[in-house]
Antibody, heavy 115, light 106 residues
Framework: EVQLVESGGGLVQPGRSLKLSCVAS????????MAWVRQAPKKGLEWVAT????????YYPDSVKGRFTISRDNAKSSLYLQMNSLKSEDTATYYC????????WGQGTLVTVSS | VQMTQSPSYLAASPGESVSISCKAS??????LAWYQEKPGKANKLLIH???TLQSGTPSRFSGSGSGTDFTLTIRSLESEDFAVYYC?????????FGSGTKLEIK
């Protein structure tokens, strides 16, 4: 059974940093691109980042480019999202997803950016 | 690519059929997926490649369209189908979602 379990969310002040993690199981992690998607409270879904299976290629929307960094450790079947210079508009539940049509999603971890 | 999804809200009764539209601001070929969102559950991929049912998706769900216009149709609604639905294009970065359609019981 495919499982994606996110962690690392919490309350953080504007301008600070936070690192999210996602541990994958039930599939061969190294074979798949992976992604982060977020959902602000009462809002829709927004794609945040994608990383290639080897980790050599990354993709971001303009809203987070230069502030967020996606990375992975294939030996640990783990995906990460380093979030710097956080803003209030980054408040959201962050999901990791397997990037083959986002066929699998985690349950999410809540990030709240507030002073 | 902007994804315009409509309607944003839909009320229907069990047994009825409904359709949700998703329009892309430029051609995305058939690189479109549909998801279902329910409280307390992981988001579920229903359809990919515009019309291919994901394994486990009931056959009452269908997707159609290519290019810029896409439709998700649910025939004979069941109680478990009342949820929020999103479309998403995978044709190019940045990946973009529609704004969602909330399907409620009438």
């Amino acid at each position: 059974e495919v499982q994606l379990v996110e962690s690392g969310g919490g309350l953080v002040q504007p301008g600070r940093s936070l690192k999210l993690s996602c541990v994958a199981s039930g599939f061969t992690f190294i074979n798949h691109y992976m992604a982060w998607v977020r959902q602000a409270p009462k809002k829709g879904l927004e794609w945040v980042a994608t990383i290639s299976s080897s980790g050599t290629r990354t993709y971001y929307p303009d809203s987070v480019k230069g502030r967020f960094t996606i990375s992975r450790d294939n030996a640990k079947s783990s995906l990460y999202l380093q979030m710097n210079s956080l803003k209030s508009e980054d408040t959201a539940t962050y999901y990791c997803a397997r990037d083959d049509w986002f066929a699998y999603w985690g349950q999410g971890t809540l990030v709240t950016v507030s002073s | 690519v902007q994804m315009t999804q409509s309607p944003s809200y839909l009320a229907a009764s069990p047994g009825e059929s409904v359709s949700i539209s998703c329009k892309a601001s430029k051609s995305i070929s058939n690189n479109l997926a549909w998801y279902q969102e329910k409280p307390g559950k992981a988001n579920k991929l229903l359809i990919h490649s515009g019309s291919t049912l994901q394994s486990g998706t009931p056959s009452r769900f269908s997707g159609s369209g290519s290019g810029t216009d896409f439709t998700l149709t649910i025939r004979s609604l069941e109680s478990e189908d009342f949820a929020v639905y999103y479309c998403q294009q995978f044709n190019e970065y940045p990946l973009t979602f529609g704004s969602g359609t909330k399907l409620e019981i009438k």
